[in-house]
């Protein structure tokens, strides 16, 4: 029996430019606790004729997973241009979102896409080269189809072997004729999507928050915007000369095929180390081996800096996750960071992940008064940096007690 079903996919920002970010809010169910991360995967179909073209858009990994409703929403940027078929960038194709655990994928979601020209005259006499900027992109939304593999869910793979979905696909077919109920709610999911061979964090998202003194923490969708928020308020304070320190973090990906080769962190003066590279060497966090001694070199010394910018200034932090929590020098410097954040010694705005369950240091600034929590979403990211801004500044205007 499965112990995650989706029950609902809102495709959002549609119909839209075709180089827009893709955005879809998934809702699902967790019947029994997962210890292990549940992984994430949009697929662009580039050609129908050969999933040589396929693009993953992007892979994220949400876990461990509680029992209960969750809630999040999926953003990818869009496809690879230079990777497209010419003779395949206009008209029809599909986009996947698959789920595996351990390994194993166990539902594939799949919904048409229908490329064009957003001018009369582009669609009547079509350029020989295609121009992406001019074209819209509309997911049919809905009209999804869902397909669902057995997996080994237990601890205890069968026969000692953990492996991908049992016999292939559920009953070796996609699923025709479930009732909607049996597969999404409101966006209603029809099964049977499939193109060539394919077949086709808690519950809240993230967010920022703001305290008063203390710590401003931004909870944000899935790359919805956190970072953008934090870089904008950073340039914002330097302008009015409030000294800051801290990191961000940035993605690293291949400039020829668009893939995410991991992260960086990069402080607030400019300077630059990994933290994390695709790779399966520990400490690790999901398909990343966490950089410990060059993300050590560069953050420690980026913490410590708070302390001669703590009168008039403050700390600035993108993001406290799990990748960074794997250096134990690191997660040192933030319960010493909470203990001064709460004795109003110190001004704190961080970004903090979905999935925040089991790291204390986060449910430890929750927890000090006087900390608002933004939540950022695509429908909202523009106006909220504005609700940030106004929050940081009165922060700044208080004084911290002697």
Request: hydrophobic fraction near 35%; proline fraction near 6%.
């Given at each position: 029996?499965?112990?995650?079903?989706?029950?609902?996919?809102?495709?959002?920002?549609?119909?839209?430019?075709?180089?827009?970010?893709?955005?879809f809010?998934?809702?699902?169910?967790?019947?029994?606790?997962?210890?292990?991360?549940?992984?994430?995967?949009?697929?662009?179909?580039?050609?129908?004729?050969?999933?040589?073209?396929?693009?993953?858009?992007d892979?994220?990994?949400?876990?461990?997973?509680?029992?209960?409703?969750?809630?999040?929403?999926?953003?990818?940027?869009?496809?690879?241009?230079?990777?497209?078929?010419?003779?395949?960038?206009?008209?029809?194709?599909?986009?996947?979102?698959?789920?595996?655990?351990?390994?194993?994928?166990?539902?594939?979601?799949?919904?048409?896409i229908?490329n064009?020209?957003?001018?009369?005259?582009?669609?009547?006499?079509?350029?020989?080269?295609?121009?992406?900027?001019?074209?819209?992109?509309?997911?049919?939304?809905?009209?999804?189809?869902?397909?669902?593999?057995?997996?080994?869910?237990?601890?205890?793979?069968?026969?000692?072997?953990?492996?991908?979905p049992?016999?292939?696909?559920?009953?070796?077919?996609?699923?025709?004729?479930?009732?909607?109920?049996e597969?999404?709610?409101?966006?209603?999911?029809?099964h049977?999507?499939?193109?060539?061979?394919?077949?086709?964090?808690?519950?809240?998202?993230d967010?920022?928050?703001v305290?008063?003194?203390?710590?401003?923490?931004?909870?944000?969708?899935?790359?919805?915007?956190?970072?953008?928020?934090m870089?904008?308020?950073s340039?914002?304070l330097?302008?009015?000369?409030?000294?800051?320190?801290?990191f961000?973090?940035?993605?690293?990906?291949?400039?020829?095929?668009g893939?995410?080769?991991?992260?960086?962190?990069?402080?607030?003066?400019?300077?630059r180390?990994?933290l994390?590279?695709?790779?399966?060497?520990?400490?690790?966090?999901?398909?990343?081996?966490?950089?410990?001694a060059e993300?050590?070199?560069?953050?420690?010394?980026a913490?410590?800096?708070?302390?001669?910018?703590?009168?008039t200034?403050?700390l600035?932090?993108?993001?406290?996750?799990?990748?960074e929590?794997?250096?134990?020098?690191?997660?040192?410097?933030?319960?010493?960071?909470v203990?001064?954040?709460?004795?109003g010694?110190?001004?704190?705005i961080a970004?903090?992940p979905?999935?925040?369950?089991?790291?204390?240091?986060?449910?430890?600034?929750?927890?000090?008064?006087?900390?608002?929590?933004?939540?950022?979403?695509?429908?909202?990211?523009?106006a909220?940096?504005?609700?940030?801004?106004?929050?940081t500044?009165?922060?700044i205007a208080?004084?911290l007690?002697?």
């Open positions: 029996m499965a112990k995650v079903h989706i029950t609902n996919v809102v495709v959002l920002d549609n119909p839209s430019s075709f180089l827009n970010p893709f955005q809010e998934l809702t699902f169910e967790c019947i029994e606790e997962l210890k292990e991360d549940l992984e994430w995967k949009m697929i662009y179909v580039g050609s129908a004729e050969s999933e040589a073209f396929d693009q993953v858009l892979t994220i990994y949400v876990g461990p997973v509680p029992e209960g409703r969750h809630i999040f929403v999926f953003q990818a940027d869009p496809p690879n241009v230079s990777r497209i078929p010419e003779q395949d960038a206009v008209g029809v194709t599909v986009v996947l979102l698959t789920c595996s655990y351990r390994g194993q994928e166990f539902v594939r979601v799949g919904y048409f229908n064009e020209y957003a001018e009369p005259e582009l669609r009547e006499n079509p350029p020989p080269k295609p121009l992406f900027h001019k074209m819209t992109r509309n997911i049919l939304a809905s009209k999804p189809r869902v397909t669902r593999f057995k997996i080994n869910w237990d601890d205890a793979p069968a026969n000692g072997v953990a492996g991908g049992s016999n292939g696909m559920m009953d070796g077919e996609e699923e025709e004729g479930a009732t909607t109920d597969m999404m709610a409101a966006n209603g999911v029809d049977s999507a499939h193109h060539h061979d394919h077949g086709m964090m808690d519950g809240e998202p967010g920022v928050s305290q008063q003194h203390p710590p401003d923490l931004v909870h944000d969708e899935n790359r919805v915007g956190k970072t953008t928020i870089r904008k308020l340039d914002e330097v302008t009015r000369k409030v000294p800051i320190s801290g961000y973090t940035e993605e690293l990906r291949d400039t020829r095929s893939d995410r080769l991991g992260f960086d962190v990069v402080t607030f003066s400019g300077e180390a990994p994390a590279r695709v790779g399966s060497r520990a400490p690790s966090v999901g398909r990343y081996s966490v950089c410990l993300f050590e070199r560069l953050a420690l010394p913490l410590d800096a708070r302390r001669p910018a703590a009168k200034g403050a600035l932090l993108d993001e406290i996750g799990r990748m929590l794997k250096s134990s020098a690191f997660a040192d410097r933030m319960n010493a960071i203990h001064e954040v709460a004795a010694k110190l001004r704190f970004t903090i979905l999935k925040a369950s089991g790291m204390e240091v986060v449910e430890q600034l929750k927890r000090i008064a006087g900390c608002q929590i933004f939540h950022v979403k695509p429908s909202n990211r523009d909220l940096y504005d609700e940030v801004r106004k929050a500044l009165r922060m208080t004084a007690p002697r």
